[in-house]
């Protein structure tokens, strides 16, 4: 596979819709992935964080992603999350998901043991990469210490980089620290790099990011997508403090019942703001706060409706 | 179920043997549960921290309680862990459990998320509580913040009693934090309370515990059996001494791999030590160091051998 391949761009970690007993409803989860890519979006981090893919099984996630694949959206376009806890459940995925195409594989460490080290880790990865066995298998580490708190330290990924070059190529950096994202950049020269917040996008571009893949490109990706676009112009600065003023207002509310929230309003079906536990929707003050902060700003969610 | 049926005394969290390809071992899992039963353990508390549960599929936690009932081992000795990330795999693996006749489901939170609400948690239980449906479940709350970081609070384990009482039924607390046991113990009057750790065995006793859920009831249930049975003798204060300062001198070493590595030293099947990623077996120097400890002590797991 070429470097021409690899994703880039703006990529959302795409929000699952449920229904009223809580199994996910795959016609709008579908619709959402359509909208998304039309509007944005050059690919879509399914089974992400934003997507409580942990509060998924094996198997709806495997449903999930055959739905999409069935309803036409190309596997191209997918990035995936596939990294569990368990070794098996990560190979299994993983393999499942190359099998059908996708262009990436965005990956979480195991994260239920705490202070595992950069060995076990590492171990983790080289089982995952040789059971997998694939060589269109393309690992993105998936940084996100605030909720697993199991990070990758630069040491791990250096050795990761080294043992399994075309097979581990890329990180999403969710951890909000920009001295690391800084130091990741800088470490390692054609690293597909992707900030977890687009509040990062402009200055990792300027150190070689390809893109960012972010929870507000759920509702939001088209002021995302254009100062990727147009980072090297004269109003790059201005764009980015746009979406980053943007992404605070809505972040000032519980983020991921907030994106579901905000797609309840805007395509008119309430059920989109359901979450499942542990997460809860936002209460009815919460709601109207946040319905009032978007209409204020005149925000739309164009085509999202029916 | 009367509450004469429900465990009590000492559970062993059972560690996990696997072969060469890292699969479970299922003829010595099911030999070391035997001992464990034979030795001073009341119950087997599988599929928990210690057994590396979370780095087993669904399937493979599936198959080895299969093969534990299969073998003979009563369900009615048994409290599997069953609480997942996801709402969907906790009521399967539950449910599952329950209809084989296990005794109680130990279960985690939802331990992806953190700073969840309450109100979250306590729809998980809920949902699970409602979906699984059967009156023979019996769920020991799970609370193990230095790995989940997902505590459970007072006010919430109140609202599972007062809710479903009779399902919800007690708690294994591996916090290692004497004050919230203490102040369980006081607010819960016959809440099935177990610390996760022999060193809080006699003070939690003297408060209405019921037993202990310890890791280091995997090589040496015998003296913690001991004191669970003669608490109230007046050699209580010096057996608890005793298991305190073995459990010290093993938790040096890191707990897991030291409890594989103890047991592949008496059992002299090298192959015990072995772990899934992202654990690390112990060095060479650590169970040559570790081999010593237990030597010096005059340690033995008897019978255990072959």
Redesign the interface.
């Given at each position: 596979m070429s470097q021409a391949t690899l994703l880039s761009g703006v990529l959302a970690p795409v929000i699952t819709p449920f229904k009223a007993d809580?199994s996910p409803d795959v016609e709008r989860y579908v619709k959402h992935c359509k909208w998304l890519l039309a509007n944005g979006c050059s690919g879509l981090a399914i089974f992400g964080?934003n997507s409580e893919a942990?509060?998924?099984?094996?198997d709806?996630r495997r449903m999930l992603l055959d739905a999409l694949l069935a309803a036409g959206v190309p596997a191209s376009r997918l990035m995936p999350g596939t990294g569990c806890?368990?070794?098996?459940?990560s190979v299994?995925l993983t393999r499942y998901a190359v099998e059908q195409g996708v262009a990436g594989a965005l990956m979480l460490?195991?994260?239920?043991?705490?202070g595992?080290?950069d060995?076990?880790?590492y171990?983790?990865f080289a089982?995952i990469a040789q059971r997998v066995g694939d060589s269109r298998l393309k690992i993105y580490l998936y940084h996100i210490p605030?909720?697993?708190?199991?990070p990758f330290s630069l040491a791990l990924v250096e050795r990761l980089l080294k043992d399994y070059p075309g097979t581990v190529v890329g990180m999403k950096d969710s951890g909000g620290d920009w001295k690391n994202m800084e130091a990741m950049l800088k470490a390692f020269p054609g690293f597909q790099f992707f900030p977890g917040s687009e509040e990062f996008l402009l200055p990792a571009m300027r150190l070689g990011a390809v893109g960012t893949i972010t929870a507000t490109a759920n509702i939001g990706p088209a002021a995302i997508d254009r100062l990727f676009r147009n980072w090297q112009s004269a109003e790059a600065d201005a764009m980015q403090e746009e979406i980053t003023d943007f992404r605070r207002a809505i972040t000032r509310f519980p983020q991921i019942p907030a994106l579901k929230h905000t797609t309840a309003i805007y395509t008119d079906h309430p059920q989109w703001a359901v979450t499942?536990?542990?997460?809860?929707s936002l209460s009815a003050e919460q709601g109207q706060a946040l319905a009032a902060e978007l209409k204020g700003r005149g925000f739309d969610m164009p085509g999202i409706r029916g």
């Amino acid at each position: 596979m070429s470097q021409a391949t690899l994703l880039s761009g703006v990529l959302a970690p795409v929000i699952t819709p449920f229904k009223a007993d809580l199994s996910p409803d795959v016609e709008r989860y579908v619709k959402h992935c359509k909208w998304l890519l039309a509007n944005g979006c050059s690919g879509l981090a399914i089974f992400g964080t934003n997507s409580e893919a942990n509060s998924l099984s094996m198997d709806e996630r495997r449903m999930l992603l055959d739905a999409l694949l069935a309803a036409g959206v190309p596997a191209s376009r997918l990035m995936p999350g596939t990294g569990c806890c368990a070794l098996t459940d990560s190979v299994a995925l993983t393999r499942y998901a190359v099998e059908q195409g996708v262009a990436g594989a965005l990956m979480l460490p195991p994260f239920f043991y705490k202070g595992v080290s950069d060995e076990g880790l590492y171990r983790n990865f080289a089982e995952i990469a040789q059971r997998v066995g694939d060589s269109r298998l393309k690992i993105y580490l998936y940084h996100i210490p605030p909720m697993t708190a199991v990070p990758f330290s630069l040491a791990l990924v250096e050795r990761l980089l080294k043992d399994y070059p075309g097979t581990v190529v890329g990180m999403k950096d969710s951890g909000g620290d920009w001295k690391n994202m800084e130091a990741m950049l800088k470490a390692f020269p054609g690293f597909q790099f992707f900030p977890g917040s687009e509040e990062f996008l402009l200055p990792a571009m300027r150190l070689g990011a390809v893109g960012t893949i972010t929870a507000t490109a759920n509702i939001g990706p088209a002021a995302i997508d254009r100062l990727f676009r147009n980072w090297q112009s004269a109003e790059a600065d201005a764009m980015q403090e746009e979406i980053t003023d943007f992404r605070r207002a809505i972040t000032r509310f519980p983020q991921i019942p907030a994106l579901k929230h905000t797609t309840a309003i805007y395509t008119d079906h309430p059920q989109w703001a359901v979450t499942r536990p542990p997460l809860v929707s936002l209460s009815a003050e919460q709601g109207q706060a946040l319905a009032a902060e978007l209409k204020g700003r005149g925000f739309d969610m164009p085509g999202i409706r029916g």
